[in-house]
């Protein structure tokens, strides 16, 4: 039997796991949150150890059933309560400025669990809500420099190609070169971010000299306290007309979501 997936999905709770704690720092959290973090590792990996003898199983509906389990516990799966004050401030929008559904998401550039969003649910929200002008998305950063040290001079960097019209291609290359390096938390350095600018045609004379400058460092940490002070507790969180969906969860859950919101406009 082959356990690479769920090799995979230990190895995406860690880093998960990693996430929160990262959060909990920065908005002031008590170091005793460390003493949890092992605890809850090996607490997770014991379930998806059960769920590992589950699937030898000759019932493939058993196998199913705790493929479902396992995934859920990696996915960090919250439902939407009620809608929170979160704002777009001046960040780069796709789509119809004056769709009536808001998608704010929250993200970090070098979260496996943002790159998968990107990867899966946001093709087919984009097809059905965005490009039908019933939603617009808002990208806004939050950066775990701790543990994602790529994560900032990447969001620098879209910052810097939207001064050239090309924040969503700079967005989407910065997604796609991780993917082609590997899963899981790919490793990269401003460098690489200048590569991947030159790659998608930018001026890179501008673009390297807006980016070593540091012109949007505080524009980054803005979105990184507006974040933290909408709760936003992980990467990537989402915010549905001020909704929030926690993780990368399915386009199912957001799709629930975003007619929900459109039912309540007449939309």
């Not at 005793?32 to 990996?45: M, Q, R, V």
């Not at 979160?86 to 796709?94: G, P, T």
């Not at 970090?108 to 984009?126: A, N, S, W």
């Amino acid at each position: 039997m082959n356990n690479q997936p769920l090799k995979q999905e230990i190895e995406e709770l860690e880093e998960q796991l990693r996430t929160k704690k990262e959060v909990l720092k920065a908005q002031g959290g008590s170091d005793k949150s460390n003493l949890f973090l092992p605890a809850s590792i090996l607490i997770a990996g014991l379930m998806i150890g059960g769920a590992v003898l589950y699937t030898r199983s000759d019932s493939p509906k058993v196998a199913a059933n705790n493929g479902a389990t396992v995934q859920q516990i990696a996915g960090n799966t919250e439902q939407a309560g009620s809608p929170v004050n979160v704002f777009a401030d001046d960040d780069a929008v796709l789509g119809n400025p004056d769709a009536p559904v808001t998608i704010i998401e929250f993200s970090d550039f070098q979260c496996p669990f943002c790159r998968k969003f990107y990867k899966e649910t946001l093709p087919q929200i984009k097809k059905d809500y965005i490009l039908t002008g019933k939603a617009k998305l808002v990208y806004r950063d939050f950066p775990l420099v701790q543990i994602h040290p790529g994560a900032t001079p990447a969001a620098e960097g879209a910052e810097c190609a939207k001064e050239q019209g090309e924040f969503w291609e700079m967005h989407d290359a910065i997604f796609d070169e991780q993917e082609k390096l590997g899963s899981g938390t790919v490793q990269f350095t401003a460098d690489d971010v200048k590569k991947w600018a030159a790659n998608i045609g930018l001026d890179t004379s501008k673009f390297n000299q807006c980016l070593d400058s540091g012109k949007y460092k505080q524009e980054v940490e803005k979105d990184l306290a507006d974040g933290s002070a909408a709760g936003v507790n992980g990467t990537p969180a989402t915010f549905i007309n001020g909704r929030l969906v926690s993780g990368a969860q399915p386009f199912a859950a957001f799709k629930v979501i975003i007619d929900e919101e459109l039912k309540k406009l007449g939309k």
